[in-house]
T-cell receptor
């Protein structure tokens, strides 16, 4: 069951530059998308979300873009900071509250 | 800031034994969830709970699993007879139903 896919297992970015994390989904019933950040030995922490009626949502350094026709969303972090190094999970839900997670992308921000 | 708390942080159990994982969701939340993450794999939905009953469960959540809200604050996951493949991080989460789910720190279950 690969309804939510994060095809890049890892990403390495220089401090101060932009990090772009990508996510694709197959279920057209998904109407709410979230990004969670996870540090080792901790639970996922909510970062930012977007409803399917929008194509962009911004919160400080974090912006999520949604392209419904392509079933694609991305998370932009700018400028990237070393403390952003973590695993980033894309998640989606379809009308209810159950979340379907992607496999995660490990982000490393180098100083 | 309110948070979801889980106990214990690490549980080691013998195969075939019963385990109970405990969670205290955020107090005004109405929806409760259990997820798990087997090492190296993705976070997987197990079950959601609303209004004192299971609202949705995954294929993973078979008869060996059960959930309970024994009082107004705790939310528990019981695994009746643990198997080696039940070894994973188990995350409890809660939400108000109107926004994102908040996750606990997780319980690492090791079945030996």
């Amino acid at each position: 069951d690969q309804q939510v896919k994060q095809n890049s297992p890892s990403l390495s970015v220089q401090e101060g530059r932009i990090s772009i994390l990508n996510c694709d989904y197959t279920n057209s019933m998904f109407d709410y998308f979230l990004w969670y950040k996870k540090y080792p030995a901790e639970g996922p922490t909510f970062l930012i979300s977007i409803s399917s009626i929008k194509d962009k949502n911004e919160d400080g350094r974090f912006t999520v873009f949604l392209n419904k026709s392509a079933k694609h969303l991305s998370l932009h972090i700018v400028p990237s900071q070393p403390g952003d190094s973590a695993v980033y999970f894309c998640a989606a839900s379809a009308g209810g509250n159950k979340l379907v997670f992607g496999a995660g992308t490990i982000l490393r921000v180098k100083s | 800031e309110p948070e979801v708390t889980q106990t214990p942080s690490h549980q080691v159990t013998q195969m075939g034994q019963e385990v109970i994982l405990r969670c205290v969701p955020i107090s005004n939340h109405l929806y409760f969830y259990w997820y798990r993450q087997i090492l190296g794999q993705k976070v997987e939905f197990l079950v959601s709970f609303y209004n004192n009953e299971i609202s949705e469960k995954s294929e993973i959540f078979d008869d060996q699993f059960s959930v309970e809200r024994p009082d107004g604050s705790n939310f528990t996951l019981k695994i009746r007879s643990t198997k080696l493949e039940d070894s994973a991080m188990y995350f409890c989460a809660s939400s108000s139903g109107e926004d994102e789910a908040f996750f606990g720190q997780g319980t690492r279950l090791t079945v030996v």
